[in-house]
């Protein structure tokens, strides 16, 4: 269905809302009197396909796509739209660094607290539940089901559909998923010693992990209610809440070690988790509840008839993907328990500060997973291939230059960040030479996260990023085992960059039929350009950031090398997407330097 230019949207209180209204987020919704002046549609909206074996809509040409004032421009969203990505891009990742920022100043009490010894491993123990249960229900798996769900429902409501499908979504869904989640919590919290001694075998005080793991168990429950409201309130065109979700999340975990760290040791930070999660819920609720509520906007059009978006298989296959993706936690430690006490707490450090530049890189394709959900459902390939194909570029020069960053100021960033109190500054060489190789991975993060969207942005079942990531992990254990007993941490860090990477080379191979048909071979040479960059920034900027002695005047000046050599770089080479990765590292730094100096 071709896109309706709107007019310029309002200013909204709440940052997104108003762009969104006026623009639907994906370019469908008619606002007020626009059919009087734009005339119909130059085509009528597609029936709905009948049932039949998975394939992606066929393409449709320039002129199918071209609406009154297209042009040259056909292929491309139009200028609102744009807008409003940028909009909703920069209210993302505004929220996304005030969280980065309240994550780094949780683990900063934690070391600071409890240090890098065995209660902080047992903590870290009972944490993979929260970390299984945000990749599980928010961050991947139960998004890639509901948002492209969602976005089905909404468009069928524009075209006329008899009833409210997204309130029938909700209504089929909501009760089961919700049930679901409270077996699982139960479960959890009923097994937690066997949950324990299956994850760290080695770990010298169980006990007190078992506890910790019967609190943080809760999350499941309340991540899960988080994870479905973000789901909705995406595909609906409202960013704002879904993005500040985890600043409620950390906020409710320091209050609680703060409050309770005296009496209560390292369990407060367990109990902090249970805090944070109902805040997460709480903040989303009363929003998603007014959109409900509200009266659906439809376009005149004969009724659909109602399918089901979401199936048990598509459920299944994202379910099992974000729990591959996340048993390289479970991998790594696994195998760290064998080691000195202080290696589980090294590791997780390191990851927390490496995986930044990786959070920042999927801001964008988190705001134009609906777009690209949208854009398959109304059949126009050409356009999602386009739009993924950019984020792809923009995505890889931000997580390049961070991770460029990360590498050569590695030992400055973690003495900044945790050195003192328990933490000493052992602990802060151990975990620098972590995060310097787990960096190595981050640009397979990111393509795995931006790749990944694609596979389920049409909203059906598909198995090739099971499989793709079963081969990750595979090559994660089998080499970490290797690793580890000869680089110790250091190699389990090796191999989780190793498996990744592996995994985002199958992704980007098996990109065709089963997803968005991007140009792979032009993709690959972009990528190339950026890369190249990197590396010469790396060690540009960690041959200048060695010869300062003190941290900060180390970091100002190796991070200032690594973005002057990058830029330059790759401005000569030419990187497509380059300059918008630079509005949008320039627009977060900023945001990051007054949340942590203010």
């Known amino acids: 269905m071709p896109v309706t230019p709107s007019p310029t949207p309002r200013a909204d209180p709440e940052g997104t809302d108003g762009a969104a209204d006026a623009q639907g987020a994906t370019g469908t919704r008619v606002p007020p009197g626009a059919r009087d002046t734009a005339g119909p549609p130059p085509h009528p909206p597609a029936a709905p396909p009948a049932p039949g074996p998975p394939a992606l809509p066929a393409a449709r040409t320039r002129s199918e796509k071209a609406g009154p004032g297209t042009g040259e421009g056909a292929g491309e969203l139009p200028a609102v739209s744009r807008r409003f990505l940028a909009k909703a891009t920069a209210v993302t990742a505004a929220l996304s660094v005030a969280g980065s920022v309240l994550g780094l100043l949780r683990d900063q009490f934690l070391a600071r607290l409890f240090g890098a010894g065995s209660d902080t491993d047992a903590f870290l123990v009972s944490w993979t539940v929260p970390e299984f249960a945000a990749t599980l229900l928010i961050e991947d798996g139960l998004a890639f089901a509901l948002i492209p769900a969602f976005s089905l429902a ?19 869904t909501l009760p089961r998923l919700a049930l679901a989640f409270v077996a699982v919590s139960a479960l959890i919290v009923a097994g937690a010693p066997w949950v324990v001694e299956a994850l760290a075998p080695g770990l010298p005080d169980p006990a007190l992990a078992v506890t910790c793991t019967r609190l943080t168990a809760t999350c499941v429950l309340s991540f899960g209610l988080a994870g479905y409201c973000s789901a909705a309130l995406r595909a609906h065109g409202r960013f704002l809440l879904p993005a500040g979700i985890y600043v409620a999340y950390n906020t409710g975990v320091i209050t609680t070690m703060f409050l309770l760290g005296d009496s209560w040791g390292v369990r407060s930070a367990a109990a902090g988790v249970a805090v944070g999660g109902a805040l997460m819920v709480a903040l989303q609720v009363p929003a998603l509840g007014r959109r409900l509520r509200r009266r659906p906007v439809t376009q005149d059009g004969p009724a659909e008839r109602s399918g089901r978006p979401v199936t048990l298989t598509l459920v299944a296959t ?23 006490a202080g290696a589980i707490s090294h590791l997780n450090y390191a990851q927390k500060v490496a995986q930044i530049p990786m959070t920042l890189s999927l801001m964008l394709c988190t705001v134009t997973f609906p777009v690209v959900a949208r854009a398959l459902a109304e059949g126009d390939t050409e356009r999602a291939r386009s739009r993924v194909e950019r984020d792809l570029a923009l995505a890889a020069c931000t997580v390049l230059l961070g991770a460029a960053t990360v590498i050569a100021c590695a030992p400055q960033i973690i003495g900044l960040l945790f050195q003192g109190g328990e933490f000493t500054a052992l602990d802060t060489a151990a975990t620098a030479a972590v995060m310097r190789v787990y960096a190595l991975g981050l640009l397979g993060q990111t393509l795995v996260g931006a790749l990944v969207r694609s596979y389920f942005s049409a909203g059906r079942p598909s198995w090739y990023p099971v499989g793709a990531m079963a081969v990750g992990i595979v090559v994660t254990a089998w080499l970490g085992a290797w690793a580890v007993g000869v680089w110790g941490v250091c190699g389990i860090a090796a191999a989780n960059a190793a498996g990744i990477t592996v995994t985002a080379a199958l992704l980007l191979a098996g990109m ?3 997803s968005v048909p991007i140009r792979t071979r032009r993709v690959l040479g972009e990528l190339s350009r950026p890369l190249r960059a990197a590396v010469v920034a790396t060690f540009a900027g960690w041959f200048v950031a060695g010869r300062v ?21 790759g401005l000569a080479l030419g990187a497509q997407g380059f300059a918008p990765a630079l509005r949008s590292v320039r627009t977060v730094t900023g945001k990051l330097t007054h949340g942590r100096f203010r």
Do not use: I, K, M, W
């Open 154 to 172: 909404l468009a069928r409501r524009a075209r006329g559909a008899s009833g409210d499908p997204v309130r029938a979504l909700v209504a089929a």
């Open 318 to 340: 994202v379910l099992l993907f974000a729990l591959c993706r996340q048993s390289q936690v479970l991998v790594e430690r696994f195998l760290a328990s064998t080691l000195p």
């Open 512 to 514: 065709g039929e089963r």
């Open 549 to 569: 002695r003190t941290p900060v005047p180390g970091l100002l000046a190796g991070s200032a090398t690594v973005a002057l050599v990058f830029v330059l770089l």
